[in-house]
């Protein structure tokens, strides 16, 4: 009898101390603390990842199926004859990343079907450059510092290319950002690619993700998954009114 009442006083005990572990802190001068509310975080599935336009660049399409099992959305490869047969462009010879004003490729419908399916709030498009000197980001989008934020958290993991350029475009510091006016020639030209439509058509940051072809295939992969990884976490909290949201016209 004497044992049953240690036992229960002792569970009576531990009781107490459980229900004071999860009661509110008081404070110093005697009220309880709530503590804050945690800000919400993005889901992975609101960055959408493309790989595979060009079928000679194949780090992209490769590293989706890694992503997609981290939650983020993924599409690729996008161009999958050229993906099968190490070819940049499609079967027919045309550049699936300078049609994406044409509504005659069934390529450039499969993405645009994906894109609009999930209006996600970031887009990324994986490719290698054979002439870049380290991994560099092409931005279009808002004014805002995503691509070099990217940038400079992954400085010390791999090496950046210092002046990345694109045609006439020059950029700095691993970052290439179109001026407002060579997107509108880009536009009336009706030659884009996959991230210039998503922005165009979507109104959401796109980044392109560059990397030198001649890195081996591990550093290639890990490159895409950290930009992406990286983009994510420094994209912050949803906000109600950017999702959806189109570029003026």
């Given at each position: 009898m004497q044992r049953r009442s240690v036992l229960t006083s002792a569970l009576g005990a531990l009781g107490s101390l459980l229900a004071a572990g999860c009661a509110p802190v008081p404070s110093a001068r005697g009220s309880t603390a709530t503590p804050p509310a945690p800000t919400p975080l993005r889901p992975r599935s609101e960055v959408a990842v493309t790989g595979g336009v060009h079928g000679d660049e194949p780090s992209g399409a490769l590293v989706l199926p890694e992503l997609e099992a981290l939650?983020?959305?993924?599409?690729g490869p996008c161009n999958p004859w050229g993906f099968a047969h190490h070819k940049r462009g499609l079967a027919d010879g045309r550049d699936l990343n300078r049609s994406f004003a044409r509504d005659d490729v069934p390529e450039v419908a499969a993405v645009q079907r994906f894109l609009e399916a999930r209006r996600p709030a970031l887009l990324l498009d994986l490719h290698e450059d054979r002439d870049a000197a380290g991994g560099y980001l092409i931005q279009h989008g808002p004014d805002?510092?995503?691509g070099r934020r990217v940038i400079r958290a992954l400085g010390d993991e791999f090496a950046i290319d210092p002046e990345p350029s694109f045609l006439v475009v020059t950029g700095e510091d691993g970052v290439?950002?179109?001026s407002a006016a060579v997107l509108g020639v880009v536009e009336l030209?009706?030659?884009y690619g996959l991230a210039f439509h998503a922005w165009l058509a979507l109104g959401i940051t796109t980044l392109v993700v560059e990397c030198p072809r001649g890195w081996p295939l591990a550093d290639r992969l890990r490159w895409h998954r950290r930009v992406v990884e990286t983009a994510h976490a420094l994209l912050g909290p949803p906000r109600a009114e950017a999702l959806g949201a189109r570029p003026p016209r």
């Open positions: 939650g983020f959305a993924t599409f805002d510092d995503l290439l950002r179109p030209s009706r030659f």
